[in-house]
């Protein structure tokens, strides 16, 4: 009954690869995000979807595209891996327009570029 | 856009003591405040949150205090316990309900 999941919880690939990581909330949610965390911890939204729709992009490479099936999943695909994109990457979701802003996050996948 | 400062970036304190992080921010239109506590190999999660119509909110060992005239929060712990020992991120929102992260604090408690 886990509320945000992501899988795989480990990815580790060669530089010009390409990987996707998917991400699942059975809260109900309507509005679903990406971020990035470095080394540093540093958390940087990447995306953010509401009802299947793009509602943000920072300014990320061209090479990660989000896709959103439904308002339950938004899956990340990442082209051309470079060696900067390891970093881990949280899932999160919220229900924001009903004064629920809080985030829920996912556990993270751990990517490793090499 | 908002910009959320975060500051200390490692607090160390013994088991007992209290810890205290401050955030400030730079929109004065935000108007939700939460903290989150990230233990190790996981994702963050809420601990505790404040909206700009109450000045302060307690639960338990934790407490949240805001000044919105000074646009800065603050996260309080008190008789901290090895448990304790995180990253802590403030955040702050408002109308666009997309948070701004602040740079997290890594708090250790040494029993």
């Known amino acids: 009954d886990t509320a945000v999941s992501q899988t795989p919880k480990y990815l580790v690939t060669q530089m010009g690869n390409d990987k996707s990581i998917k991400c699942e909330q059975n809260?109900?949610?309507?509005?679903m995000y990406w971020y990035k965390q470095d080394s540093k911890k540093f958390l940087k939204i990447m995306f953010s979807?509401?009802?299947?729709?793009?509602?943000i992009n920072e300014t990320v490479p061209n090479r990660f595209s989000p896709k959103s099936p439904d308002k339950a999943h938004l899956n990340l695909h990442i082209n051309s891996l470079e060696l900067g994109d390891s970093a881990v990457y949280f899932c999160?979701?919220?229900?924001?327009?009903?004064?629920?802003?809080?985030?829920?996050f996912g556990p993270g996948t751990r990517l490793l570029v090499l | 856009g908002e910009n959320v400062e975060q500051h200390p970036s490692t607090l160390s304190v013994q088991e007992g003591d209290s810890a205290v992080i401050k955030c400030t921010y730079s929109?004065?239109?935000?108007?939700?405040f939460p903290w989150y506590k990230q233990e190790l190999g996981k994702g963050p999660q809420l601990i505790i949150d404040i909206r700009s119509n109450v000045g302060e909110k307690k639960d338990q060992r934790i407490a949240v205090t805001l000044n919105k005239t000074a646009k800065h929060f603050s996260l309080h712990i008190t008789e901290t316990q090895p448990e304790d020992s995180a990253v802590y991120f403030c955040?702050?929102?408002?109308?666009?309900?997309?948070?701004?992260f602040g740079r997290g604090t890594s708090l250790i408690v040494h029993p």
């Open positions: 955040a702050a929102s408002g109308g666009s309900y997309i948070p701004t």
């Open positions: 809260l109900g949610h309507d509005t």
């Open positions: 929109d004065s239109a935000s108007n939700y």
């Open positions: 979807y509401n009802n299947k729709e793009l509602i």
């Open positions: 999160a979701s919220s229900l924001p327009r009903t004064g629920k802003e809080t985030q829920y």
